[in-house]
């Protein structure tokens, strides 16, 4: 009875997925999903130097999916790479590297920098020495 109840469960996700990908167009479908279809293209292999590896237990690799662009919103299949951690690395928008900040983001974030050295400072002060003092 319970296998029954899954193969139906199996089943009706199985539909679903497929009239999603019919109805809307691959930059619009589930972020889960594009990551799935892209890896099951290309498999676990780097697309820019070529590395090749499976793990046996889970048959993932080390592998991550690279915006070309570095927009992060950009779900394109044109846009997407699949890439080894080392490669990603050395791109230009991996991880933090691609954040943009507007005037108003760096200047909240200078002010707080210069509140933080002033709070470490007034320290020094209160106390009529000096944090090199201390060590």
Known sequence: MIDCRS???KNFHRKRIE???KSLPFEKWPKRLIR???FEEVGNHCGECGYEYED???GKGPFDL???DG????WKRENLKVLCLNCHWKTGSWKFRNKRHSAD???RISENNV???LKRNLGTFQYGYSRVAQR
Do not use: A, G, P
Request: glycine share 0%; aromatic share 0%.
């Open 7 to 9: 193969e139906k469960i």
């Open 19 to 21: 009239l999603l990908k």
């Open 36 to 38: 799935k279809v892209v």
């Open 56 to 58: 046996k237990i889970t």
């Open 66 to 68: 690279h915006h070309k």
């Open 71 to 74: 927009d992060k919103q950009n």
């Open 105 to 107: 983001s760096r200047r």
């Open 115 to 117: 509140m933080k050295k």
